[in-house]
């Protein structure tokens, strides 16, 4: 049975096996020669790809346990966002921010830097403070800020280099439910009010078609107690995927297709549990590339890529999703050298992506981007050392985890053997 991505576009031939248990967890990582962990799939980059075994934590049995002061809650690593913000909720906790999809394992997120959007929020591998792994000889080993705090540094975003993480112990707060606003802005009036609005609310970002000249802002803000939203059926994305589907078809037409589309209205508002109001349904698959910009060049960066897509009248069929992230002291976060503006550039899974997110890529890492880790970028080891000041001692924590490199694929050895 193979194994792919969400998107698509990665694809191995591994086995993917299902323990219910550590000790079964242990058996496998005992007797295979190379594992990667999986949650829901949702990395552009091949992380999970393998010549080995695949793990997946989705069948083993765990339980939410709350700290006595509930600041911190005991979770199952292969839980989903989804049933732990749900639990958390039912609880009377939360997590502080999430993203805006929410099938990924909490693990996964972990690993790879996940982030939500708010200037004081920072990515979900911010919220760790200890995890238990099975290492590579199948022994548990836990790890925090006094017990084994090397590890446990590189482990906050370890990009599954260190272990399988079973359970991890994550800062929570009291629910909390947020009122959300969509609507339809100028870019102008957005490029010259975003930083003020960033600062007055707790949520802001938007989604920006490059070949079109209004934005879809998105404002989440704290609301009193109430129901979660009724479920509707999405008549706005049946009609993007129809204009897609044309464009993916007939590529000159894209930007057309792109100002008809912006000239929908597109205003909206929910209330509800912070948990049903963060994420979004993602049935439209596409590829995407995100970079982490210092966030005074953020707005600019955006408008020069912006540009060159229209000088060049490419057919970049998703609008751009722009974020801010707070900064952390994790060593291998795009974050951890200041506050940052997060880029999302993504295409049609149905139309060719690499060449266009190549000649991007250049203009992001031009002005001082740093990539999401799981997502489409082509760093190399001497980039990576560049832009990490703590990369070699994040593999010499790896190379004592794992000596032999049974948490390797051939991506990862790249950058981290």
Not at 13 to 41: F, K, M, Q, W, Y
Not at 91 to 96: E, H, P, Q
Not at 221 to 238: F, G, L, N, R, V
Not at 351 to 370: C, D, L, S
Request: proline share 7%.
């Amino acid at each position: 049975m193979s194994w792919s991505n969400w998107s698509g576009s990665v694809r191995t031939s591994a086995p993917v096996v299902r323990p219910t248990n550590e000790d079964a967890l242990a058996a496998v990582i005992r007797s295979a020669g190379t594992v990667r962990a999986v949650g829901a799939g949702h990395s552009f980059m091949p992380l999970c790809d393998t010549d080995g075994v695949i793990v997946s934590l989705e069948d083993m049995a765990g339980t939410l346990t709350v700290a006595p002061d509930r600041r911190t809650a005991r979770i199952p690593a292969g839980w989903s966002i989804k049933k732990l913000t749900a639990a958390l909720f039912d609880a009377g906790l939360a997590l502080a921010n999430q993203g805006d999809v929410n099938p990924q394992s909490l693990a996964g997120a972990m690993a790879t830097g996940t982030h939500g959007t708010g200037h004081d929020l920072g990515n979900l591998a911010t919220f760790a403070r200890g995890f238990r792994l099975i290492g590579a000889d199948g022994t548990a080993i836990w790890c925090d800020a006094e017990t084994n705090p090397d590890l446990f540094q590189a482990q906050r975003l370890s990009l599954g280099l260190f272990g399988v993480a079973t359970e991890i112990v994550a800062e929570v707060v009291p629910a909390f439910h947020l009122s959300e606003r969509i609507e339809k802005k100028p870019w102008g009036e957005i490029r010259e009010r975003y930083d003020e609005m960033v600062s007055q609310q707790r949520h802001v970002e938007f989604w920006f078609f490059p070949h079109a000249d209004s934005v879809i802002l998105k404002t989440l803000d704290i609301t009193d107690p109430c129901d979660p939203p009724p479920s509707t059926t999405d008549m706005e994305e049946a009609t993007f995927r129809r204009l897609l589907n044309i464009g993916a078809l007939i590529p000159p037409l894209v930007p057309t297709l792109q100002r008809m589309m912006m000239k929908s209205e597109m205003n909206g508002r929910r209330r509800g549990p912070a948990h049903a109001i963060f994420p979004s349904d993602r049935t439209i698959r596409f590829e995407e590339m995100e970079y982490e910009m210092p966030r005074a060049v953020g707005l600019d960066t955006l408008e020069e890529v912006v540009g060159w897509i229209r000088r060049k009248r490419l057919p970049v069929s998703f609008p751009f999703e722009f974020r801010v992230v707070a900064p952390d002291d994790i060593w291998m976060s795009p974050m951890n050298a200041g506050p940052v503006a997060a880029i999302s550039m993504h295409q049609y899974a149905k139309m060719p992506w690499r060449k266009t997110f190549a000649e991007a890529e250049a203009i992001f890492r031009a002005a001082g981007g740093r990539p999401h880790w799981a997502k489409r970028h082509t760093l190399t080891r001497d980039a990576v050392d560049a832009l990490y000041p703590m990369a070699e001692r994040y593999r010499a924590v790896r190379r004592a985890a794992d000596p032999t490199g049974k948490f390797l694929n051939p991506h990862l050895a790249e950058l981290f053997s």
